[in-house]
């Protein structure tokens, strides 16, 4: 297993916010971290990133115990964060924000060019200027150029314009068939559980569901997923 969660505990302050989270995710493959807004799934996020020290429980990424370790010893683990809000450098080029994080290999400039053609078509404009979908494409690459064992998004394509959310799921696909380890969290289930393997989903910061996409039936979503 690349990545285990065992009965995470994670407060902020004096509030816990995870109560005991369990999740897996395997070498290869997706896992997609579902729930209604403030169950936790940024949270959880937080936790294995080492962002937000968990306090119970246990995170253990490519053999490695998470356990008191800052977030940039985790990230050379190999662990790569899209985090929700994009977070681009704002004053860099385009270029100058993938060259920021780059480590060595596959992932490179002409790779994440490849799988973003926009990026190189703007890779001398600065990333303050670009179009929201275009600074996510931009964070996505950029953590690609940490060359991840696994890459996590946290709300993939919330807010953007629908021909852009196409060119993002077009492009977790090919991460996907890549053999890419991917942990997405995102709204859209009709194109997040066609590419995912896995689904975990959180309730007032418990896992209370684990199963394939398949086994998410109507009634588990409405009873965890629905407005």
């Not at 004053?91 to 990026?119: K, Y």
Request: charged share 20%; aromatic share 4%.
């Amino acid at each position: 297993m690349m990545l285990e969660l065992s009965a995470v505990e994670t407060f902020y302050g004096p509030s816990q916010a995870l109560f005991g989270v369990d999740l897996s995710v395997r070498a290869g493959s997706v896992t997609a971290l579902l729930g209604r807004n403030g169950m936790g799934k940024t949270t959880t996020i937080r936790s294995i990133c080492c962002l937000t020290p968990h306090q119970a429980g246990s995170i253990r990424f490519d053999s490695h115990a998470l356990e008191g370790l800052p977030a940039h010893r985790a990230a050379r683990l190999g662990l790569g964060l899209v985090p929700e809000g994009r977070r681009c450098f704002p004053t860099l080029t385009v270029e100058e924000n993938l060259r920021a994080t780059a480590r060595s290999g596959p992932w490179d400039l002409d790779r994440v060019g490849m799988l973003f053609p926009r990026l190189l078509e703007r890779r001398a404009q600065i990333a303050r200027t670009l179009s929201g979908g275009e600074q996510q494409m931009l964070a996505i690459g950029r953590a690609l150029m940490t060359n991840p064992k696994l890459l996590i998004l946290d709300e993939a394509t919330e807010g953007l314009a629908p021909v852009i959310r196409r060119e993002i799921w077009s492009a977790l696909r090919a991460l996907k068939d890549s053999g890419q380890s991917i942990l997405i969290v995102d709204k859209t289930l009709k194109e997040l559980l066609p590419i995912a393997d896995h689904c975990v989903v959180l309730e007032k910061g418990s896992s209370v569901w684990s199963g394939s996409p398949d086994a998410l039936t109507p009634d588990i979503r409405d009873r965890y997923l629905g407005v």
